[in-house]
């Protein structure tokens, strides 16, 4: 069974640059996509991007600018990078596995790590 | 975007009761629409997938429906595990986007 868990700062100053960390355990990063999504009060639940363990990405375009999303297959984890953060990025965020469906029944974010909170303040 | 709504935002039930939620999105997006459970202080977890898909694991009193627009996830019998926000999500392009939530809590 896959496990995510994040890792990384929980307080960002205005103006720089969070960096989150999922390490995955219980299985190999080097399958399926992984996903970064964050969510606050304000906006709810937002998908950040995906990366696959070949390194292709895809961005929501609100934050495509400010985003970087990267896969270390040696340490079976992937990471965020959000540059110039405000205090609109203040959120919970989550990476989770990005489950896609050849079949043509979709696909899904399934499991989640536990999420970590980051504030953006000085 | 597709800009995804549901309906209530929030709903009062007791254990036993039928509960019905609604999502619908602002274009076709066949059953590529998901549905989520989260309880305070933890992830989403997924519950369906392609609209109607049940999640191994997931008890069998969730159900989905719908495609197109128009999409609902019903839970047959209250149990008092079951008391959180419900909230869909749509994977028929990127951005994918999620519906706001709808809170279901104990009247």
């Known amino acids: 069974q896959v496990q995510l868990q994040e890792s990384g700062p929980g307080l960002v100053k205005p103006s720089e640059t969070l960096s989150l960390t999922c390490t995955v355990s219980g299985g190999s990063i080097s399958s399926y996509f992984w996903s970064w999504i964050r969510q606050s009060p304000g906006r709810g639940l937002e998908w950040i991007g995906y990366?696959?363990?070949?390194?292709?990405?895809n961005y929501n375009p609100s934050l495509k600018s400010r985003v970087i999303i990267s896969v270390d297959t040696s340490k079976n984890q992937f990471s965020l990078q959000l540059t110039s953060v405000t205090a609109a990025d203040t959120a919970m965020y989550y990476c989770a596995t990005y489950y896609y469906d050849n079949s043509a029944a979709g696909s899904w974010f399934d499991p989640w790590g536990q999420g970590t909170l980051v504030t953006v303040s000085s | 975007d597709i800009q995804m709504t549901q309906s209530p935002s929030s709903l009062s039930a007791s254990v036993g009761d039928r509960v019905t939620i609604t999502c619908r999105a602002s274009q076709s997006i066949s059953t590529y629409l998901n549905w989520y459970q989260q309880k305070p202080g933890k992830a989403p977890k997924l519950l369906i997938y392609?609209?109607?898909s049940l999640q191994s694991g997931v008890p069998s009193r969730f159900s989905g429906s719908g495609s197109g627009t128009d999409f609902t996830l019903t839970i047959s019998s209250l149990q008092p595990e079951d008391f959180a926000t419900y909230y869909c999500q749509q994977s028929y392009s990127t951005p994918f986007t999620f519906g706001p939530g709808t809170k279901v809590d104990i009247e």
């Open positions: 392609a609209a109607s």
């Open positions: 990366v696959y363990y070949s390194g292709s990405t």
